[in-house]
């Protein structure tokens, strides 16, 4: 099993920044690639950016590319979503997610999310 946790959400003006952590634990030696999704009120789930476990290959939602960088703490087994210039439109519950050697290509895990809020 491999366990999720989310932090640093919040509320943040438009122009703001903000850095969400991930802190996996358990099987992580089985973790491939790190995923951050969001899902707004009544909107469906969307992917915004990932990161391979190793921390080489990274991939972000052309929504956010420019703005956000994702990137890992090998020691602290850890990945990061730094979020720059937000706007109200990034507001939304952001979860990361992982896929490990056991599930098929499916991000089989989840974290419990954390909130972000713009305001304009």
């Known amino acids: 099993q491999v366990q999720l946790v989310e932090s640093g959400g919040g509320l943040v003006q438009a122009g703001g920044s903000l850095r969400l952590s991930c802190v996996a634990s358990?099987?992580?030696?089985?973790?491939?690639?790190v995923g951050w999704f969001r899902q707004a009120p009544g909107k469906e789930r969307e992917f915004v950016s990932r990161?391979?476990?190793?921390?080489?290959?990274?991939y972000h939602a052309d929504s956010v590319k420019g703005r956000f960088t994702i990137s890992r703490d090998n020691a602290k087994n850890t990945v990061y979503l730094q979020m720059n210039s937000l706007k109200p439109e990034d507001t939304a519950l952001y979860y990361c997610?992982?896929?490990?050697?056991?599930?098929?290509?499916?991000?089989?895990?989840w974290g419990q999310g954390t909130q972000v809020t713009v305001s304009s």
């Open positions: 997610a992982a896929i490990s050697d056991s599930s098929a290509g499916e991000y089989h895990y």
């Open positions: 990161i391979s476990w190793t921390g080489i290959t990274t």
């Open positions: 358990g099987r992580t030696w089985s973790i491939l690639v």
